[in-house]
């Protein structure tokens, strides 16, 4: 499993974007890039999924370089709600998903 | 709410008991989780179901730590002799086997125990 490293922890204030870069140098041909979302007492949330070039949903983008060593997790406009850890994974099967520490993102007013 | 679902949403038990935990998943999917989260920390995989068949099994599940999945629906995780160290947060996931996000996971709400 490609092992992935994130900031620790990021600060932010209100309504500026944010941006989570994830390193995952041993990524494999077939592993994906996906970020979850986990606040206090809750279970992780799925954010958003890529494999290459840039991905947009509704709540966030996701940007992979050509060589998709690395990732990152873009947020518009944060509010209080965002703050969270947000994890990067990677992973090529369905059966392990390996989390990380994550990254502790506090949005502050 | 057709999420997945956890009970008991918190456990506290003495040394030594044992403790048995459920999820019920997503009822169309076939795919259930199992992770283990302690504070500060990710959750940790312990093992995973396809229907009923118990594919995969992380070495952080030792003999005390048996799982179910009859009949391909719910779950159970139960844990025997407990220690203090199995004091965490344990969370159920299920995913589709289709659709274009392969590896998106569904989270219960956890199952916090506390072993005293």
């Known amino acids: 499993l490609a092992k992935t490293t994130q900031p620790i922890s990021m600060d932010s204030y209100e309504g500026q974007e944010v941006n989570i870069t994830c390193s995952h140098n041993n990524i494999a041909t077939n592993d994906y890039i996906t970020w979850y979302q986990q606040f206090p007492s809750q279970g992780p949330r799925f954010i958003i999924q890529g494999y290459k070039t840039k991905v947009t949903n509704e709540v966030a983008s996701l940007f992979i370089p050509a060589d998709r060593k690395s990732s990152t997790l873009s947020l518009p406009r944060v509010s209080l709600s965002d703050t969270a850890v947000y994890y990067c994974l990677v992973d090529g099967g369905y059966q392990k998903v390996t989390f990380g520490t994550g990254t502790k993102l506090q949005v502050i007013p | 709410d057709t999420g997945v679902s956890q009970d008991p949403r918190h456990k506290i038990t003495k040394r030594g008991q044992n403790v048995t935990f459920r999820c019920d998943p997503i009822?169309?999917?076939?795919?259930l989780y199992w992770y283990r989260q302690t504070l500060g920390q990710g959750p940790e995989f312990l093992t995973y179901?396809?229907?009923?068949?118990?594919?995969?099994k992380s070495r952080l599940l030792s003999d005390r730590f048996s799982a179910e999945r009859p009949k391909g629906s719910f779950s159970t995780l139960e844990i025997q002799r407990t220690e203090q160290g199995d004091s965490a947060m344990y969370l159920c996931a299920s995913s589709p086997t289709t659709g274009s996000l392969i590896y998106e996971q569904y989270f219960g709400p956890g199952t916090r125990l506390t072993v005293t």
């Open positions: 179901f396809q229907n009923e068949a118990q594919l995969e």
């Open positions: 009822s169309e999917h076939n795919r």
